[in-house]
């Protein structure tokens, strides 16, 4: 899709077009005999750019709901984009301790961020290095009706002048032809390049991957790592009048929200002392904590909050003898304990009459895919029973562990 035929769609007869083609997509007509029939009376090149977005805002309704529909996007743009949810949690934010402030966005993309902060009353100017993506953004701008407060300008992130802007915020590149970049000193541009910028500034944010080394983290930062619905989407870097006062923190979004909407519900976890948890035998419950908990280092204050421990101190499953359901873990009725074996479990397995087995694992080399196999319960195969039950594998120091549970509804 090029820059041309992407302006072209927001002409009377390219919106005509990707109407059409959004049309043919609902009534699941072929894909090859859709773009044949366009062809007919478009331009192959504009016809490609409407059937383009038709399949990415497809995709993006995962990341924006139903308002994928009226936006505009990049097969790279959309991958490293911020969910609606997590922009509508970061800009109430900036909305907080920048209030009417100015920010500055280093690689905006398609413009989740600064359309997020717009919609929370902070101006803004986006800059993008690659031509397409930044018309992209400027089209996603004016969609949400938004171009009295943000705009977008194709420019090189490293030789902007922050000066004279509230804030930064920044979004490197983790993403390169061969796949996704873990080095911080590999972003694009590098990390320490980005919050040297940044420290212009009274206040920034940084986004980062979830996998960011502590060690990566700035003295005078506040890291927080972010989960929607269960699942680690990414981390930031705080800094300067943005940041709070702890060192790290996890935050878990309910679930998706539309770019329009308030926000999901949120609930934070920050540190709350320095004890060490407890290591303990293990107890009636065995609580999973949120991938953001266990980045943020925090599996010790789900520990707390549970009264409970931990079996082996190197791993971040939490055990205890009372139920206390908390946002922060999944919590698991423990049935049995017994030594990993696969002739026993699959023994056991059998005389409990288990019809539907999840494997989970942590601390241990087994592959799982493998071990349903070994069980009984590979592809798509089931047992012969009605249970269900959840096989957790681990470890306590060098031994293996199995621990057969059933998930505790509601927590």
Same mark, same amino acid.
């Given at each position: 899709m090029d820059i041309a035929a992407f302006r072209?769609?927001?002409t009377p007869?390219?919106?005509?077009?990707?109407?059409?083609?959004?049309?043919?997509?609902?009534?699941?007509?072929?894909?090859?005999?859709?773009?044949?029939?366009?062809?007919e009376r478009h331009d192959p090149p504009l016809v490609a750019a409407a059937l383009t977005q038709v399949r990415l805002r497809k995709k993006a309704r995962a990341k924006f709901g139903a308002?994928?529909?009226?936006?505009y996007f990049t097969q790279a743009g959309l991958e490293q984009s911020t969910r609606a949810s997590v922009a509508a949690y970061r800009a109430g934010r900036f909305a907080d301790r920048l209030p009417a402030g100015r920010v500055l966005e280093l690689g905006c993309g398609i413009g989740a961020d600064l359309i997020a902060r717009a919609r929370a009353g902070l101006a803004g100017v986006g800059?993008?290095?690659?031509?397409?993506?930044?018309? %992209?953004?400027? +089209?996603?701008?004016?969609?949400? *009706? $938004?171009? !009295?407060?943000a705009s977008v300008r194709v420019g090189d992130a490293t030789k902007e002048d922050p000066s004279g802007f509230d804030g930064v915020f920044a979004d490197p590149g983790r993403r390169t032809a061969r796949g996704r970049v873990f080095d911080p000193r590999s972003y694009e541009p590098p990390l320490d390049v980005v919050l040297a910028m940044a420290g212009q500034t009274p206040a920034a944010c940084v986004k980062v991957a979830p996998g960011i080394p502590h060690e990566a983290v700035p003295d005078d930062a506040e890291a927080e790592w972010v989960s929607?619905?269960?699942? %680690?989407?990414? +981390?930031?870097?705080?800094?300067? *009048? $943005?940041? !709070?006062?702890?060192?790290?923190?996890?935050?878990?979004?309910?679930?998706?929200?539309?770019?329009?909407?308030?926000?999901?519900?949120?609930?934070?976890?920050?540190?709350?002392?320095?004890?060490?948890?407890?290591v303990r035998a293990w107890g009636r419950y065995l609580y999973e904590p949120d991938g953001a908990v266990i980045r943020a280092h925090l599996v010790g204050e789900v520990a707390d909050l549970v009264d409970g421990g931990l079996a082996d101190p190197h791993i971040a499953y939490v055990t205890s003898d009372e139920l206390r359901p908390t946002p922060f873990a999944s919590a698991y009725e423990v049935e049995d304990v017994m030594p990993f074996s696969v002739k026993r479990l699959r023994a056991e397995l059998r005389r409990r009459e288990i019809g539907v087995l999840t494997v989970k694992k942590r601390g241990s080399a087994v592959d799982v895919d493998r071990l349903r196999r070994d069980l009984g319960f590979g592809g798509r195969r089931?047992?012969?029973?009605?249970?269900?039950?959840?096989?957790?594998?681990?470890?306590?120091?060098?031994?293996?562990?199995?621990?057969?549970?059933?998930?505790?509804?509601?927590?």
């Open positions: 072209a769609l927001h007869s390219g919106q005509a077009l990707l109407q059409e083609a959004a049309e043919a997509d609902v009534r699941e007509d072929g894909l090859l005999a859709t773009a044949s029939r366009l062809r308002e994928a529909d009226r936006m800059v993008e290095l690659d031509p397409l993506t930044a018309e %992209v953004a400027r +089209a996603n701008v004016a969609a949400f *009706g $938004l171009d !009295g407060l929607v619905g269960g699942d %680690v989407k990414e +981390a930031a870097l705080w800094l300067g *009048g $943005l940041a !709070g006062d702890v060192r790290r923190r996890a935050t878990l979004l309910s679930s998706e929200t539309h770019l329009s909407d308030r926000g999901p519900q949120v609930w934070t976890l920050t540190p709350q002392g320095p004890d060490v948890p407890d089931t047992g012969r029973g009605a249970r269900e039950l959840t096989l957790v594998v681990t470890r306590v120091g060098r031994d293996p562990v199995a621990l057969l549970t059933h998930a505790v509804p509601g927590s």
